[in-house]
């Protein structure tokens, strides 16, 4: 599909250089794989992201909202409509607000995950660490209520802000959110109008008062288990599946099944984690969903278990 033309001269004329069309999704995932968006466009407030949705409903474009693509599998026929990367204000901390114990942190949606814990933990907010090592940004692990064994996003939101198509900007308490395993929804009237989330714009997070340096130590530890054991080094997704449970993580399964090491084409499942898929350099989208698929037909007759992937895929 291409894009309508008046839409399209709008764009050009309101973003100059900062719309690219045709642009190669490959460019902005983690996995750096992936086709051409219709238009890619990078927003720098909340006024000009309000304008254009408006503008894309209007022309009945779609659009879609990335964090850094660190969760995100587009195929090789790319994303049709316009995608959207928050920056400049949409990337701030504010400075906290505090009471005796606590303090209630401003984060905007585009702002990295990783830069937010590093801002907390030197302000002495204790929290955040559950998240160190995840990639992507605030807004990305909000939607998708990122977390590992020691917590996740659901644990220390308190508000989240969203923009929504009809109804503009509109705070949202945790009671009214409904955090789930990997996912979140909402449980309140906004959602009717829409079928899908509403952008995230902002996260409020509540982070009790503590010591800067241990939370520091602390944080320094679980990285380098971290790069210990998942292949960091190599473009990946982070774990490409959901854990069935606990007991049962997604990892172990797919190592039982003897596929670590196992390729197609340039996507590899890590030798060092089962559970990540790396590129190996020349992989396409389609590389990594025939390795996704018999992952899935293997652990499933094997164990009779489905895996659901936790990485999205687009396109
Ligand atoms: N395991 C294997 N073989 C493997 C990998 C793991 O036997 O190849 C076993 C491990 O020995 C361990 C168990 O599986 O007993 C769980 O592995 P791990 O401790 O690595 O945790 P995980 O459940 O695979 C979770 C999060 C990761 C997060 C890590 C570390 C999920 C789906 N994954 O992984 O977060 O980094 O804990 O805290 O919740 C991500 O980085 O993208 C991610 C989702």
């Not at 309000?50 to 779609?62: G, Q, W």
């Not at 400049?88 to 906290?96: A, I, Q, R, V």
């Not at 210990?228 to 774990?239: I, R």
């Not at 992952?295 to 009779?304: G, H, I, L």
Request: proline share 4%; net charge negative; aromatic share 6%.
């Amino acid at each position: 599909m291409t894009l309508d033309s008046k839409l399209k001269k709008w764009l050009e004329t309101t973003f100059s250089e900062r719309v690219k069309f045709d642009e190669p999704m490959a460019k902005h995932t983690s996995l750096r794989v992936g086709g051409p968006t219709d238009a890619f466009v990078m927003v720098e407030n909340k006024e000009e992201l309000s304008e254009l949705v408006r503008k894309a409903l209007e022309s009945d474009t779609k659009w879609l909202v990335i964090g850094a693509g660190t969760n995100l599998l587009v195929s090789d026929s790319g994303i049709q409509g316009i995608v959207v990367v928050l920056t400049k204000s949409l990337e701030e901390l504010s400075t906290p607000d505090e009471d005796e114990n606590t303090f209630l942190f401003k984060a905007s949606a585009g702002l990295k995950i990783q830069t937010f814990c590093r801002l907390a933990a030197e302000k002495g907010a204790r929290g955040m660490n559950f998240a160190i090592g995840i990639p992507g940004t605030v807004g990305g692990a909000i939607a998708m209520n990122a977390g590992t064994s020691l917590g996740s996003m659901e644990d220390v939101i308190e508000t989240v802000t969203f923009l929504h198509p009809e109804k503009g900007i509109v705070e949202l308490e945790k009671d009214e959110l409904d955090f789930r395993y990997r996912e979140l929804a909402i449980r309140h009237p906004i959602e009717d109008a829409t079928d899908s989330l509403p952008i995230i714009l902002e996260g409020g997070f509540r982070l009790a008062k503590g010591d800067p340096r241990t939370i520091k130590q602390e944080a320094d530890q679980l990285l380098k288990k971290r790069w210990k054991n998942q292949p960091v080094s190599l473009p990946n997704a982070g774990c490409f599946f959901k854990n069935p449970s606990s007991t049962k993580p997604a990892g172990r399964l797919i190592d039982l099944a003897g596929l670590k090491g196992f390729q197609v084409g340039g996507a590899k499942i890590s030798e060092k984690h089962a559970n990540f898929f790396v590129n190996t350099g020349n992989a396409s989208a389609n590389d990594f969903l025939t390795l996704m698929e018999t992952v899935r037909t293997t652990v499933f007759e094997r164990f009779n278990i489905k895996l659901e992937s936790e990485v999205k895929i687009a396109g």
